[in-house]
């Protein structure tokens, strides 16, 4: 049974940074795209950073291009998201997800069948 647990999130100030953690079990992430998205409130899931399989190529939504950073450690079994220079938009819960087995990931939250519980991350003027 795969289970997913981010943790990290939190209240910040614009400009500040914060590092979410999406510890996983039943699966090893090496093996599997690995996905952060984040859902405001009234907004739909929207994609934020994947990380391929084996590699760990790094890809990035243009609004957070530059700011944030994915990497995971394999001996760990956790994937990390480094959220810098946070935005008043950045607000929202973010959800990592583990992709179906393929060579680049998808941005497409339905290609991704298991996720975490959601962290919120709440960023203020």
């Known amino acids: 049974q795969v289970q997913l647990a981010e943790s990290g999130g939190g209240l910040v100030q614009a400009g500040g940074s914060l590092r979410l953690s999406c510890a996983a079990s039943?699966?090893?992430?090496?093996?599997?795209?690995m996905g952060w998205f984040r859902q405001a409130p009234g907004k739909e899931r929207e994609f934020v950073a994947a990380?391929?399989?084996?590699?760990?190529?790094?890809y990035y939504a243009d609004s957070v291009k530059g700011r944030f950073t994915i990497s995971r450690s394999n001996v760990r079994n956790t994937m990390y998201l480094q959220l810098n220079s946070l935005k008043l938009e950045d607000t929202a819960v973010y959800y990592c997800?583990?992709?179906?087995?393929?060579?680049?990931?998808?941005?497409?939250?339905?290609?991704?069948?298991?996720w975490g519980q959601g962290t919120q991350v709440t960023v203020s003027s």
């Open positions: 997800a583990a992709g179906r087995s393929r060579a680049v990931p998808s941005t497409s939250a339905q290609d991704f069948p298991s």
């Open positions: 039943g699966l090893t992430l090496s093996l599997y795209p």
């Open positions: 990380i391929s399989r084996g590699s760990g190529t790094a």
